[in-house]
């Protein structure tokens, strides 16, 4: 499986943007797939997951409420909608698939296969 996210951007604090994480070339319903978030010069850090199914779905507290994660195992893509985003949410963002996984595999060591990053970048 390969992994390919986009959706990043520019954005006003307030705003919204929804990132994707398209996959191919292998059995995507056998992953659970994460978010991360990255600073410059930081560690990988857990946003958010699904399992294999879509049915279980979880986001740290910093983002609850306003960021919800997706997936379709059909068109093989995973989503991240993000609103009412603020400065600190400025980050690269990262989707990485866990063969086997939950939706809170929150070491991002754990993760087989990631894809490149999407910039996010929240203005005030």
């Known amino acids: 499986v390969q992994l390919q996210a986009s959706g990043g951007g520019m954005v006003q604090a307030g705003g919204s943007l929804r990132l994707s994480c398209a996959a191919s070339g292998g059995s995507f319903s056998d992953y659970a797939i994460g978010w991360f978030r990255q600073d410059p010069g930081k560690e990988r850090e857990f946003v958010g997951g699904v399992d294999w199914s879509g049915d279980r779905r979880y986001v740290v507290d910093t983002v609850k409420g306003r960021f919800t994660i997706s997936r379709d195992n059909v068109k093989e893509v995973v989503y991240l909608q993000m609103n009412s985003l603020k400065v600190e949410n400025t980050a690269v963002y990262y989707c990485?698939?866990?063969?086997?996984?939950?939706?809170?595999?929150?070491?991002?060591?754990?993760?087989?296969?990631w894809g490149q990053g999407t910039l996010v970048t929240v203005s005030s």
């Open positions: 990485g698939a866990d063969l086997y996984g939950s939706d809170r595999t929150f070491t991002a060591s754990m993760y087989e296969l």
